[in-house]
């Protein structure tokens, strides 16, 4: 029971604050928002016992992005009213939104999925850095290519000068 | 124990609001965040599966890593993107930018 | 006789040694071509000789092969063939032999002989071929000589016009020809003349494909013996040099067509409807271009309206199952006409005239080419007792022995018109007054090696005659040479042959009253003169048919791929994608959410499809 | 040595690009020499084929994709060879005839090798994946040849860009291409062997269903190639805006792609399509071989004259091809060589002609055999193998192709046989003209061909007088081909 409060809570705060990053009228509240989805999220896996990944979206999303993004909205000063931050195609837009969810919830919740064993303990540790930097060896490092590769881009992007 | 279309459902709530944010919002820095729910709803689900369809394999996990490092790389390039933009047109809404219309 | 083929190979052979290097053989490669058609000459007697102890055969090599079907080049050596061979090598060897000294300042002396050797190479591959294809082949090579030939003088306008017009309008006829051709092939599966002449003989085609065939190949025949509708390009072809006319109307070419029937004539036997519609269109041409031959004023247009009267008539005969009379008039009328037409070059080599209204009182001027000359008209208008007479009573045996009287009576008004054409121009050009100022200035005799093949051809021309009753060598005459199996004895029919003389002399009467006398007969029948005249309007009709239909059909649907296939097809295709785009691309709208908003549109639809089709 | 055959073109073209452009001396000796080398290596592929051996020999397979089933498989057949041969002489006289190009000639014959590559690689490939690579590859150029180095037409009402031309010529292919690759990727899946090479193929046979609705694909696809009506406009359009080298190669032997490919890969894989498909091949061949003949007739521009000619000549291939017997194939691949020397004859003396006189209209010439004799005699010799004469290559096989038609479709033979009337019309009508009659005054400074120019007719002009007369030389090989492949049907 306790388990499915902590769910609650959790889904609960995930959800809220995702309705909130897309509604809010204030582009700074909408960040904060998002930080409180991250947050459940990364709960969320650690009831899924994926510590290592809660650890990770806590200090990746909930502390680098959401940072970045604040300073790029202080760098980019949005001026004008609320209501200049929806696009006139709201309307279609939740229509779009209902579908989706409608139609993955049918999904999910007619489908039969086929569960194994759960439960068991936490993932350890050990094994899983094996994992990571055995069979998943050459992936991770082009992974790191990408991000240096998107870390010059960025810089090179945002450089002052050039046309204009 | 919780079943595991508790946690697709969240996903699935995430995602659709998140769509929502990509195609109701103006302004790129929002888009950006509507963005950043719907990868996260991805990786709810990833990790979901992972736990519950296939316990002791990593693959799942690890794919979530990926979209994490993915997700990162890209907003620090969309963000340059976005400050490029600001300088040159002194504005973020994407309404706005449409050089490439017919 | 397995050597016949060099008969046709040696002048063949001859043709790419004169074109190509004529300037530096003997006689500018003259005395290379007339050896080679001398060697054809003298293999004539040879095979002839060897014939006569022996079978009639043929021999065949492979050609190619093409999916089982064996294409073969191969010679029959048959009375036919031996006979055509004399004939073709003969006159082709004079107008050679004369053409030395009459073309000797031409600039292109080297590939005129070359020409004459390609010339008699086809026309003697022609009359030796045993099969369809091979005598298909020398046919279109007939047809190229003629089209080089008469074009020899390509400066000159008309002479390009004439060399376009003969080749066009035989190849009209070749299209019959190998339509039939292959009709045969089809029922028979064979080019082979002797089998597919087994086939028709034995029943095994139907007697409707046969006629179809037969008329086919008779519409190849009519083509290049220049039988109406398609013989208005014979008289044109007078704009080659004059001893290219002589081989064309007397031994080449033209005869093409009537050898062709005759080779093939158990084929027309067993179709009799066939052969109806050949002695019919025979006689029809014969009597329209007789007419012609009547009122024309160029004398080597005259000649040429005569030839195809005459063919006209060989036509007639063999429609009228006459064989031995065809060939043998064929053969009296090759050795004439080549002496007539050559006598003409003369004429004109030595007066500068060509039209008979300039000429006149030539007896006098230029005895022995008139003599010579004279004589071959006697004997085409079929005076006794040269050789014209003699084919001409044959036919005309023939003729009644196998059709009504009606035809019988007109082939003998043909006899009076061709008697009386001939008289027209005996008398018009050689006596009376001299019409023309200069020429009695420098009307001279020609040299002598442009009189030796005179002499020679008037020879033949005045003995050819004797062929009737006694070929020699063979100790029989000419009807029992030809018909190797079952032979016939020139059987004349007195009566007939006493009807014929006493037209020919109401034919000379006629003219020497009209033409020495000034009997205004001419005049009440002027209408139909000026008819004659325009050529029964055939040309002028052919002409329009050409530009009026044929170029303007042409022009119509050249337009109609311009504008239909090409503006409407292929550019308006390509249109109507740039239209639909121009419209489409509104829809880019440049914003990037309306792309977002489609794209999940997308999805939803699709994911339902994939789930409530599942 | 197919492989060699195929590559070295490609390699020319690669030192050439290396090359300095001003060296011309260089440039030419370098063409000259590779022009030299793949005539004898393709008349060294085509006397090396045993035609009593049959089936495919020289055959070269390399693996390359195996999890596609794709290999770099080479090899020739009776059919090929010829075709081998054909391209081997066109590519030495076309690049003859291009000697002085001019502008930027380094390029042009850079584009022209890698095109000829293309050609003989379509010829070669028994790998469909590798044929239809070989196929574009022998397309494509021809846009940048046309574009750049073409000329236009002006004829006052009726104008014609070299850039219309090589824009439409390369849509039209490009469509053409996406139907057999559409048609080809189809039938990879529906064989089910997962392969692409041809053999394989062959071996696994489809459906009469499959076939039937295959064929289309391939017939309308490679047809374009070939000139179908009513999918031939591209064809007079591009051969007029080419330059003549490019003309030579294009309807002497890319418009043979075409019918090769129908008869490789539509008739010979899909026997049954082709046997229910047939007669609507052979109706718009013969609509081909008289509408071609008839606009050709109507056409002012001596290039559309020989430009529809093609169309028409091609038509004659493709009943030969629809007739789906022996003698008719054996006709159609005959005069596929046939008419690919004979066309780039014509196109040849075109370009003389023109680079001297700088017009084309054809009621402006005459007379022109007064000053240009070698060209005129050569210029009738290409009328007269284009009006079927006897001695010459294009009788032998218009001659099959009729006896094929008339085994199957008599009508239509009548028909066809009135189009080579039509030709022979219209192709005296055009040499009376232009050649003959009195000489225009105007032409009176004409010089006639160089040595050069006319060391490459008369190559030509002796191919078609040597096959002419002994068509056997090519019939033993051709024969053989198509007999194995008349066997499938």
Not at chain 2, 71 to 97: F, H, K, S
Request: hydrophobic letters at 55%.
């Amino acid at each position: 029971m306790a388990v499915w409060l902590g769910f609650g809570v959790l889904a609960g705060a995930t959800v809220a604050g995702a309705l909130g990053t897309v509604t809010s009228r204030n582009v700074v509240h909408a960040a904060l928002f998002l930080l409180v989805t991250l947050i459940a999220v990364a709960g969320l896996f650690l009831m899924l016992f994926a510590e290592f990944l809660a650890l990770v979206q806590v200090l990746l999303y909930g502390g680098a992005i959401v940072l970045v993004l604040l300073f790029a909205l202080m760098l980019t000063r949005i001026r004008g009213t609320a209501a200049s931050l929806d696009n006139p195609q709201r309307p279609l837009a939740i229509v779009a939104a209902l579908a989706t969810v409608g139609l993955l919830l049918g999904v999910v919740l007619s489908t039969q999925w086929p569960v194994q064993q759960p439960g068991g303990g936490p993932v350890g540790f050990p094994q899983w850095g094996a994992s990571l930097f055995r069979q998943w060896a050459i992936p991770f490092e082009l992974a790191s290519v990408v991000l240096l590769v998107a870390l010059i881009g960025a810089v090179v992007i945002s450089r002052p000068g050039g046309e204009e | 124990m919780i079943p595991v279309s508790a946690y697709l459902a969240v996903s699935a709530l995430l995602f659709s609001i998140g769509m929502y944010g990509v195609l109701a919002r103006r302004n790129a820095v929002l888009i950006l965040m509507s963005i950043e729910l719907m990868l996260n709803a991805v990786n709810i689900n990833l990790v979901a599966f992972s736990r519950y369809l296939a316990p002791g394999e990593f693959t799942g996990l690890v794919f979530a890593v990926f979209v994490i490092t993915v997700a990162a790389a890209e907003v620090g390039l969309a963000l340059a993107i976005i400050i490029r933009l600001y300088r040159n047109r002194a504005t973020v809404n994407v309404d706005e930018i449409d050089l490439l219309k017919w | 006789m397995e050597w016949a083929w060099i008969a046709a190979a040696a002048p063949l052979a001859a043709f790419p040694l004169v074109a190509l290097r004529g300037k530096w053989l003997p006689g500018r490669g003259a005395y290379i071509s007339i050896a080679a058609i001398g060697l054809s000459f003298v293999l004539f007697w040879l095979v002839g000789a060897d014939f006569l102890r022996r079978q009639a055969d043929h021999f065949s090599i492979t050609w190619f092969n093409s999916g089982g079907t064996r294409l073969a080049l191969g010679m029959i050596i048959d009375p036919l063939s031996v006979y055509m061979l004399g004939i073709v090598s003969v006159v082709a060897l004079g107008v050679q032999v004369y053409s030395l000294k009459y073309m000797e300042h031409e600039p292109r002396f080297s590939w005129y002989f070359a020409v004459q050797s390609l010339f008699a190479a086809s026309m003697l591959g022609l009359v030796l071929s045993d099969n369809f294809l091979l005598l298909y082949v020398t046919w279109e090579l007939v047809g190229l000589c003629s089209y080089l030939l008469i074009g020899f003088w390509f400066e000159k306008r008309s002479a390009a016009e004439a060399a376009k017009k003969a080749f066009v309008t035989t190849r009209i006829g070749d299209v019959g020809l190998l339509i039939g051709i292959l009709v045969l092939f089809k029922a028979t599966g064979s080019f082979d003349i002797g089998t597919v002449i087994q086939a028709a003989e034995s029943g095994q085609i139907s007697s409707g494909t046969l006629t179809v065939a037969a008329l086919l190949l008779f519409a190849g025949a009519m083509g290049k013996s220049a039988q109406f509708p398609l013989h208005v390009w014979l008289p044109d072809a007078m704009e080659g040099p004059t001893p290219v006319s002589a081989l064309i109307h007397a031994a080449t070419m033209v005869v093409a067509g009537v050898y062709l029937v005759a080779r093939a004539f158990p084929i027309f036997e067993a179709a009799p409807g066939a052969l109806e519609v050949v002695g019919w269109l025979g006689l029809l041409t014969a009597l329209l271009t007789a007419t012609m031959a009547l009122v024309m004023t160029n004398l080597k247009q005259v000649l040429a309206y005569s030839t195809i009267s005459h063919l006209g008539f060989m036509m007639l005969a063999l429609g009228s199952i006459g064989f031995t009379g065809g060939m043998y008039h064929l053969m009296t009328h090759a050795f004439a006409k080549a002496l007539l037409f050559l006598g003409a070059g003369s004429i004109a080599h030595g007066t500068g005239l060509t039209d008979i209204k300039d000429m006149g009182g030539l007896w006098r001027k230029m005895p022995l080419t008139s003599t010579l000359f004279i004589l071959g008209a006697l004997s085409l208008a079929g005076v006794p007792p040269l050789g014209g007479f003699f084919s001409k009573d044959e036919v005309l045996a023939a003729v009644y022995h196998n059709q009504g009287p009606v035809v019988l009576g007109l082939t003998l008004v043909l006899a009076l018109l061709s008697a009386l054409y001939m008289a027209r121009l005996v008398f018009v050009v050689f006596f009376g007054p001299d019409r023309s100022r200069e020429s009695g200035v420098h009307a001279h005799e020609s040299p002598w090696q442009m009189v030796v093949p005179l002499v020679a051809l008037a020879y033949l021309a005045v003995t050819s005659g004797a062929a009737a009753f006694y070929l020699p060598g063979t100790g029989e005459g000419l009807g029992q040479f030809l018909f190797w199996e079952e032979g016939e004895a020139f059987h004349p029919l007195w009566w007939l042959i006493i009807a014929s003389m006493v037209i020919v002399a109401a034919g000379f009467v006629i003219a020497w009253g009209i033409y020495q006398r000034g009997w205004r007969v001419a005049r009440a029948l002027e209408p139909v003169a000026r008819l004659a005249r325009r050529k029964y309007y055939m040309d002028d009709l052919y002409q329009w048919t050409i530009d009026r239909v044929v170029l303007v059909f042409a022009g119509m649907v050249a337009l109609f791929d311009r504008t239909v296939v090409n503006d409407g097809g292929v550019n308006g295709s390509g249109g109507i994608v740039a239209r639909v785009g121009k419209r489409l691309r509104y829809h880019e709208t440049g914003r990037v959410y309306n792309y977002g908003l489609v794209m999940a549109g997308a999805i939803v639809v699709l994911g339902l499809m994939v789930t409530l089709l599942r | 040595m197919l492989s060699v055959l195929v590559l070295v073109p490609v390699l020319v073209a690669g030192l050439l690009v290396a090359l300095p452009s001003g060296r011309l001396r260089a440039l030419r000796s370098l063409a000259l020499g590779a022009g030299i080398v793949e005539l004898a290596l393709a008349l060294y592929v085509f006397l090396s084929y045993d035609s009593n051996l049959g089936g495919y020999q020289l055959v070269e397979r390399y693996r390359w994709l195996d999890s596609l089933g794709v290999s770099f498989h080479l090899g020739v057949d009776g059919v090929s060879a010829p075709l081998v041969l054909l391209n081997g002489i066109v590519l030495f006289t076309g690049v003859i005839i291009s000697w002085h190009m001019k502008p930027r000639p380094k390029d042009f014959f850079i584009l022209f090798f890698t095109l000829a590559s293309g050609v003989f690689g379509t010829f070669v490939a028994l790998d469909l994946f590798f044929l239809f690579f070989f196929y574009e590859l022998a397309v494509l150029p021809m846009y940048l040849l046309i574009g750049v180095w073409g000329s236009s037409s002006d004829f006052g009402t009726f104008i014609r860009t070299k850039e219309y031309g090589a824009l439409k010529l390369t849509l039209v292919l490009v469509a053409g291409s996406v139907l057999v690759w559409v048609g080809l990727l189809a039938m990879y899946v529906e064989a089910g062997v997962g392969s692409f090479d041809l053999l394989d193929l062959e071996a696994a046979g489809m459906s009469v269903g499959v076939q039937r609705f295959l064929f289309p694909f391939f017939m309308l696809g490679f047809g374009v190639l070939a000139g179908l009506w009513p999918f031939h406009t591209w064809s007079p359009d591009g051969h007029v805006a080419a330059p003549t080298a490019v003309s030579m190669v294009h309807a002497g032997v890319l418009m043979k792609l075409g019918a090769y490919g129908l008869l490789r890969v539509g008739i010979s894989l899909l026997p049954e399509g082709a046997h229910a498909w047939a007669p609507v091949l052979i109706v718009l061949g013969t609509v081909n071989v008289v509408y071609g003949a008839m606009s050709a007739m109507a056409q002012k521009d001596l290039k559309y004259v020989v430009g529809y000619s093609s169309v028409s000549h091609m038509g004659y291939v493709l009943m030969g091809l629809a007739t789906l017997t022996v003698v008719g194939m054996d006709g159609a691949v005959l005069q596929m060589f046939s008419h690919g020397i004979m066309t780039a004859l014509f196109f040849a003396l075109v370009g003389i002609v023109y680079e001297r006189a700088h017009v084309r209209d054809i009621t402006v010439f005459e007379g022109l055999a007064k000053r240009m004799g070698l060209t005129s005699a050569f210029f009738v010799v290409a009328g007269l193998t284009s009006l079927g004469l006897p001695g010459l290559s294009g009788f032998v096989a218009e001659f099959l192709v009729f006896v094929g038609v008339f085994q199957t479709y008599p009508v239509l033979g009548v028909l066809a046989i009135i189009g080579a009337a039509i030709t022979a019309v219209y192709i005296l009508r055009l040499l009376g003209k232009v050649f003959f009659g009195p000489l225009n005054p105007k032409w009176e400074k004409l010089p006639d061909a160089t040595p050069r120019e006319g060391f490459a007719a008369a190559v030509l002009v002796a191919t078609i007088v040597f096959v002419g007369v002994n068509p056997g030389f090519l019939m033993r090989a051709i024969d053989s081909g198509v007999q194995a492949l008349a066997t499938r049907l």
